[in-house]
């Protein structure tokens, strides 16, 4: 299912993208594009809430410090919460880096704020707290058990209504839900767990009815290496330039997502050979073998899938780099091409931005070698 509607996805985004280009804020279709837009992405992040519920959601980790994470999101969660609820955040001394996905832990701590601002209808307050967290005996709530060893605690806990006893064992269960028909998923805490877990850490929760809840993530410790701590900085990509040069096999059985990408990467200055099948691939690379310098294909396609396909590349060109583009998450693929292979991946849904960004990665060094090389 992510599969089918995160092709439909990377097509809506990216042809709202492509229509952008063409109509600037003062034009009257500019609103009209832009609400296709949010309410696309609103429902990518649907999917990657069902993909992070059920482990199988793509996470970029990096090392950070969960102070910047909780900095970055506090504005947001502000005015998430509303002027009738109090937000305190306490930070331990000395706080170790862990390792985790940004926008996947942000997720988690809006959803947490979220749930706790619903408890409190008439106010309260809202308290983070982090601090290290050094367990020497395994802790055990229900069937999970947490090991003994080094961790960074993030707490968070309210002053609401509680959570009832006899739903505490459920409350991470997808599509439960204790709020009225319309006002929710089901999916908040149930991808918090997601998360988390998938992440190799840990959540659990206090809770007495009347007094407030209070859930406690642990993430594994990260032994970093001097300076390799990611501070979060300003996002500067508007600034930064995508065109470039050479020569794309474009290769995705879905003509929507394949006639956007082309486009796409026309507009950056690429040309582009598009095949629709693994078959038709083969073919122009038999007609093209030394002019491609890059190889976009999709994983999942009819008899020749995408890394059948590229493995009969590489065997007459070696060298030649691929980008693998999909809706499954990448472990998934990763499993059906032989270990060691380099290869690189784009999730699907990708905006314009990313599928530029993703090529320049991917080919600036091999030009610089084939630069060298000449």
Do not use: W
């Given at each position: 299912?992510?599969?089918?509607f ?6 809506m985004i ?8 063409r109509?600037p804020a ?9 609400h296709i837009k949010q309410?696309?992405n609103?429902?990518?992040n649907?999917?990657?809430?069902l993909l992070?519920?059920?482990?199988q959601?793509t ?5 950070l ?8 999101v506090?504005?947001?969660l ?6 009738n609820i109090?937000?305190?955040?306490v930070h331990?001394?000395?706080?170790q ?5 940004q926008?996947q832990l ?10 706790a ?9 809202l308290?983070?707290k982090?601090?290290?967290a ?13 090991p003994p ?8 806990g ?12 459920r409350?991470?269960e997808p599509?439960f839900?204790t709020?009225s028909v ?11 767990y997601g998360?988390?877990r998938?992440?190799g ?6 809770s ?8 406690r ?5 990260h032994q970093?290496?001097?300076g390799?701590?990611q501070?979060?900085d300003e996002k500067?990509e ?10 794309i096999?474009?290769v995705?059985?879905?003509?929507a997502v394949?006639?956007f990408?082309?486009r796409?990467?026309?507009n ?5 050979l ?5 078959e038709?691939a083969?073919?122009i690379?038999g007609?093209?073998l030394n002019e491609?310098?890059?190889i976009?294909?999709d ?6 899938d995408?890394p059948?396909?590229?493995?009969e590349?590489r065997?007459?060109?070696a060298d030649l ?8 998450a990448e472990d ?7 270990a060691g292979e380099?290869v690189?991946?784009?999730?699907k ?10 090529v320049?990665?991917v080919?600036?060094?091999h030009?610089?070698?084939?630069r060298?090389s000449n």
């Open positions: 299912i992510a599969h089918d995160n092709n439909l996805l990377t097509a990216g042809f709202c993208a492509l229509l952008l280009l109509h003062r034009d009257q279709s500019f609103a009209h594009i832009m309410n696309a609103r429902a990518a649907l999917v990657r809430q992070a519920f059920s482990r959601q996470l970029q980790p990096r090392v410090q969960v102070t910047d994470v909780l900095a970055e506090s504005h947001l502000r005015r998430l919460i509303g002027e109090e937000l305190s955040m331990g001394r000395d706080l880096p862990v390792r985790v996905d926008g942000e997720q988690v701590i809006i959803n947490l704020a979220v749930n601002r619903d408890a409190m209808p008439n106010g309260g307050r308290r983070i982090t601090e290290n050094v367990t020497k005996d395994p802790i055990q709530r229900g069937a999970e058990v947490m060893g080094r961790y960074v605690m993030i707490e968070i309210d002053t609401g209504t509680g959570i009832p006893p006899e739903i505490m064992d409350i991470f599509f839900s709020k319309g006002s929710g998923t089901g999916l908040g805490l149930s991808t918090v998360i988390v998938q992440t850490g840990y959540v659990f929760v206090d007495t009815v009347g007094e407030g809840a209070t859930f993530i642990y993430l594994p410790e970093a290496e001097a390799s701590v501070r979060i500067g508007a600034a930064r330039d995508l065109t470039g040069i050479g020569t096999l474009l995705e059985d879905e003509d394949r006639l990408s082309a796409a990467l026309r950056k200055g690429y040309q582009v598009e095949a629709r099948s693994g038709a083969l073919e690379v007609e093209h491609i310098d890059l976009i294909s994983v999942v396609m009819p008899r020749i995408g059948t396909m590229v493995k590349v065997s007459r060109r780099p691929v980008i693998f583009i999909s809706g499954y998934a693929f990763r499993r059906r091409i032989d380099e690189n991946f784009l999730l849904p990708f905006t314009l931005k990313q599928l530029a960004a993703k320049k990665e080919l600036e060094p030009g610089d070698r084939k060298a």
